[in-house]
């Protein structure tokens, strides 16, 4: 529930819209009817190989998730076209579409290749619309990121997806993970080994999950904004409706 529109204060120009002007206040923050199922996270990743390393590590963080009280879902991005090349009724975007309401967070995890995500992983995030109608499928949900690397330790790729989260109007918590030398991480069963960059994959879940279950209830009031209380639902729709480019 929205807090009543309040005059604006005399020091603020006139042109300010005192219909749309809102206080924020912890009355809305701070919900007193919690849901109580556990958090859904939808996890991507970005890699095709038979022995992926994004797809392992995205395995690992779902294991985590779950023994944290989570509920995860892997998408696997096989047999997604590529953004455009098909109508948006195919099985698999409509399949990741679902998946992205559905979530109250995800993880992301890309591979970097050329120094940056791979292509891949931009193609999931690109058949995910800003909006669906009245439905925002990304806006004010939790967002991890991480990668793994081939070679040295580097921050390119999740980088990257901290941009693109920002763009999809996503809670992007501030830990993150870079794997180096991926290929040494993992067993012959595809299982993580110890190491302080598993140790960091368990931070970046913990974080995860405590983002989740700390702004699900009140994600609506936390990305809601004058400017688009000020906009009709239709000049809204036309503005972030990517066919339009």
């Not at 109250?104 to 619309?129: C, F, L, N, V």
């Not at 793994?148 to 501030?174: C, D, E, K, Y």
């Not at 069963?189 to 994959?201: A, H, L, Q």
């Amino acid at each position: 529930m929205q807090r009543a529109s309040v005059s604006p204060s005399p020091d603020l120009p006139a042109h300010l819209d005192a219909g749309a002007f809102r206080k924020p206040g912890l009355q809305q923050l701070l919900p007193t009817q919690r849901a109580t199922h556990a958090p859904r996270i939808l996890l991507l990743y970005g890699s095709l190989r038979e022995r992926s390393y994004s797809r392992l590590l995205t395995e690992e963080a779902a294991r985590l998730l779950r023994a944290m009280g989570a509920e995860p879902r892997i998408y696997d991005p096989h047999g997604l076209p590529l953004p455009d090349s098909e109508p948006e009724d195919h099985p698999k975007v409509q399949e990741l579409r679902t998946l992205a309401q559905w979530a109250e967070g995800m993880a992301w995890t890309s591979p970097e290749r050329h120094g940056a995500m791979t292509g891949i992983m931009k193609a999931q995030i690109d058949w995910i619309p800003l909006a669906v109608g009245s439905v925002r499928p990304t806006q004010g949900k939790t967002l991890a990121v991480m990668q793994v690397s081939g070679g040295s330790q580097s921050f390119n790729a999740v980088n990257q997806l901290r941009v693109l989260g920002r763009w999809m109007r996503m809670l992007t918590i501030p830990n993150q993970s870079s794997v180096a030398k991926a290929f040494l991480e993992f067993d012959d069963d595809g299982r993580m080994k110890p190491s302080p960059y598993y140790e960091r994959v368990v931070d970046v879940m913990e974080e995860l999950v405590k983002f989740t279950l700390l702004t699900r209830d009140c994600a609506d009031h936390l990305v809601d904004r004058y400017s688009e209380r000020r906009e009709s639902a239709a000049a809204l729709s036309k503005r972030v409706n990517l066919r339009s480019i």
